[in-house]
């Protein structure tokens, strides 16, 4: 079956004989996509039009007994199987950081995230208990994505980390990303009004930081 580049990288970094626990999966093309690939996985959203939409393609594709639907919020009501995979991707940072909160640990062996936004202030609140093991940039359907694969283990990241990542600076396909922010930074700064002083010295460094990263 065909998935986007996107959910394709999700799906690369979910590690074999994991149970899959995707949290806003929408259509649930991913785990269909990870059962026919020998994953089991709970599909859950809290729309319950997604959720027809999930059954649907299961029964499209016959997978049935690999992957369950759940209307619900988060994780409340889930009760996560030993040795999961969680899959937070497509939410903002506020939401996942939330659902995260909520989420008994025990059994997750490792978190995947692709957020919308403010990928800093996710690095800083997961290093409180996980650590990266994977970073990947890519470029779908015109948009940059950062795909994170997380452990359990808290790390602490300096700033410049927690903006540009740990693993992403030492790839070079990260590059393109790398450019696409210096280019956003300095658009957004050569627009800002003199007198918001905060906001200028942070894009500043930003700014910096990206520079040395692609000299690099
Ligand atoms: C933009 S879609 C992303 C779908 C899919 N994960 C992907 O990456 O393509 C976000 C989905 O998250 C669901 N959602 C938003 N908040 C949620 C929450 N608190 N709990 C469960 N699902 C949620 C929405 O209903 C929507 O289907």
Known sequence: MKISKRLKTIASLVPDNTYVVDVG?????????????????IASDISKKCIEK??????????????????TDGITNIEIPE??????????????????????????????????????ILRFKMM??????????????????????????????????????????????SKKYYQFLLEKNQNILSKIPSNHLEKKQ???KQIKWLEETLKD
Request: glycine share 4%; net charge negative.
């Open 25 to 41: 999966c929408d259509h649930g093309l991913l785990d269909i996509y990870l059962s026919l690939n020998n994953h089991y996985c």
């Open 54 to 71: 999930v059954k649907e393609n299961i029964k499209k594709y016959q997978v049935q007994d690999k992957v369950i639907p759940v209307c």
């Open 83 to 120: 040795n999961t995979c969680l899959i937070l991707s497509g939410l903002g940072t506020k939401t996942i950081i939330d659902i995260i909160n909520k989420c008994p640990l025990d059994n997750i062996n490792s978190i995947i995230i692709q957020s919308n936004n403010e990928l800093d």
């Open 128 to 173: 409180k208990k996980f650590h990266l093991e994977d970073e990947i940039s890519i470029y779908d359907k015109n948009i940059f994505y950062v795909v994170m694969k997380w452990a359990k283990g808290s790390i602490t990241y300096n700033d410049k980390e927690l903006y540009l990542g740990s693993i992403l600076p030492i790839k070079k396909e």
């Open 202 to 204: 942070l894009l500043e």
